[in-house]
């Protein structure tokens, strides 16, 4: 079974309005991380939010925020005010387990590509 | 600024040539990094997790001899393509992270690696 499912290939947004990007996770581990990533054309991967099991609010970083539903193990990317700039693959990704080692890998979606259009 | 430094950040080379890869921390000491291998329009699959001053843990299928890791120090590991094919050829991309629980992992810009 997947870990990670993305369900969007592909999605459209106008500038300046507001987009969800799916993603839904499987994991028996009480103790997890849950990661979005972007990576533009170029390549790189660029963190964007985190969301831990165990935290109590969804969290939020400038014009992303994470829409955690733990009953529904799910975990969407919310980005507001969409930029032109915000066009790339989008990879929701999972740590099973937060120990203060850096042992645990991170398990990946299919990614989401985001057009944003004028 | 970037903390997770790789490179070379492209190589074009011939068939039978073997082809290294680095992966250095800038900023924090890495006692764990992974590499990742990502074809076109595919998402990252892991490859392997580098383990300072122990032998690294490979994914299953990955072969082991033909990606030679050394994790020397506690900033750098390296990614070894051994006498590289042109099935070979993808986009490798490193990553490390912080010590503290919740801290992202961080990645290099990756390697595109085309093998002739």
């Known amino acids: 079974a997947q870990k990670i499912t993305q369900t969007q290939p592909g999605m459209f947004v106008q500038e300046k309005e507001a987009v969800t990007l799916d993603c839904t996770y499987d994991?028996?581990?009480?103790?997890?991380?849950l990661f979005w990533y972007k990576q533009p054309s170029s390549g790189e991967m660029i963190f964007l939010i985190y969301?831990?099991?165990?935290?109590?609010q969804n969290a939020t970083e400038g014009r992303y925020s994470l829409n955690f539903q733990k009953a529904r193990k799910s975990a969407n990317l919310v980005i507001s005010a969409s930029q032109l700039g915000d066009s790339a693959m989008y990879f929701c990704?999972?740590?099973?387990?937060?120990?203060?080692?850096?042992?645990?890998?991170?398990?990946f979606g299919t990614g989401t590509q985001l057009k944003v259009e004028l | 600024g970037a903390v997770v430094s790789q490179h070379p950040s492209w190589v074009i080379c011939k068939s039978g040539t073997s082809v290294k890869i680095e992966c250095r921390s800038l900023?924090?000491?890495?006692?764990?990094m992974f590499w990742y291998r990502q074809f076109p329009k595919q998402s990252l699959m892991l490859m392997a997790t580098?383990?300072?001053?122990?032998?690294?843990?490979?994914e299953q299928g990955v072969e082991k001899d033909k990606f030679l890791i050394n994790h020397a120090s506690l900033t750098l590991s390296t990614l070894t393509v051994t006498s590289a094919h042109p099935e070979d050829s993808s986009f490798y991309i490193c990553?490390?992270?912080?010590?503290?629980?919740?801290?992202?992992?961080?990645f290099g810009d990756g390697t595109r690696l085309s093998i002739l």
């Open positions: 990553s490390a992270r912080g010590g503290r629980v919740g801290r992202p992992q961080h």
């Open positions: 994991t028996s581990d009480p103790s997890y991380g």
């Open positions: 969301q831990g099991s165990y935290d109590q």
């Open positions: 990704a999972m740590r099973e387990g937060q120990g203060a080692g850096g042992g645990n890998k991170l398990t």
């Open positions: 900023d924090f000491q890495a006692t764990t």
């Open positions: 580098s383990n300072e001053g122990s032998k690294a843990t490979y």
